[in-house]
T-cell receptor, first 113, second 113 residues
Framework: DAGVIQSPRHEVTEMGQEVTLRCKPI?????LFWYRQTMMRGLELLIY????????DSGMPEDRFSAKMPNASFSTLKIQPSEPRDSAVYFC???????????FGDGTRLSIL | QQQVKQSPQSLIVQKGGISIINCAYE??????FPWYQQFPGKGPALLIA?????SEKKEGRFTISFNKSAKQFSLHIMDSQPGDSATYFC????????????FGSGTQLTVLP
């Protein structure tokens, strides 16, 4: 059974460029979460969706960040324009309906030069 | 109010020893307390979780102890093995907030052979 799939695994780009991170949740999971992990701030929830609808985006750091979930099997997190302080590991997680654990992907390591 | 404080930041244990990681929370609305294990280059994976209606939960070598009055919970790893070397995160959530997890800062565990 495939887990949460994220792509790319690594991304290196220059400041000012647009960055798009992709996530395929586990089939049948109703919830999708985007997290950011840094040494300074640990694991932070950025946004989460329920049935493709954004529920809480209060963790999105600024307007340069946006997330979409056009269907149940795909979500994107976009940063435009990117800045060096956006360098982090970004995780996507999904969970079924009901009070069930979140399953994490292996993350995208993003480096903004 | 939403913070989960985790200690120690790092822990070194001899093979066969007991590893203990502690967490404390402030928000009394939290009612779900999972522990996640993360290996380098991988996403966090659920290890064990507890609800506040029990004081202890054991799964194999891993035990969560929960003290509701003190608002503290801890992870005990018995007979620690080198393969347990990883970063451990405690977390907490409120079932009324759709499982938004608040993570502790993480503990890097090293088990010496």
């Amino acid at each position: 059974d495939a887990g949460v799939i994220q792509s790319p695994r690594h991304e290196v780009t220059e400041m000012g460029q647009e960055v798009t991170l992709r996530c395929k949740p586990i089939s049948g999971h109703d919830y999708l979460f985007w997290y950011r992990q840094t040494m300074m701030r640990g694991l932070e929830l950025l946004i989460y969706f329920n049935n493709n609808v954004p529920i809480d985006d209060s963790g999105m750091p600024e307007d340069r960040f946006s997330a979409k979930m056009p269907n149940a099997s795909f979500s994107t997190l976009k940063i435009q324009p990117s800045e060096p302080r956006d360098s982090a590991v970004y995780f996507c997680a999904s969970s079924p309906a009901g009070f069930q654990p979140q399953h994490f992907g292996d993350g995208t390591r993003l480096s903004i030069l | 109010q939403q913070q989960v404080k985790q200690s120690p930041q790092s822990l070194i244990v001899q093979k066969g020893g007991i590893s203990i990681i502690n967490c404390a929370y402030e928000n009394t609305a939290f009612d779900y307390f999972p522990w996640y294990q993360q290996f380098p280059g991988k996403g966090p994976a659920l290890l064990i979780a507890i609800r506040p209606d029990v004081s202890e939960k054991k799964e194999g070598r891993f035990t969560i102890s929960f003290n509701k009055s003190a608002k503290q919970f801890s992870l005990h790893i018995m007979d620690s093995q080198p393969g347990d070397s990883a970063t451990y995160f405690c977390a907490a959530s409120n079932s009324g907030s759709a499982r938004q997890l608040t993570f502790g800062s993480g503990t890097q565990l090293t088990v010496l052979p």
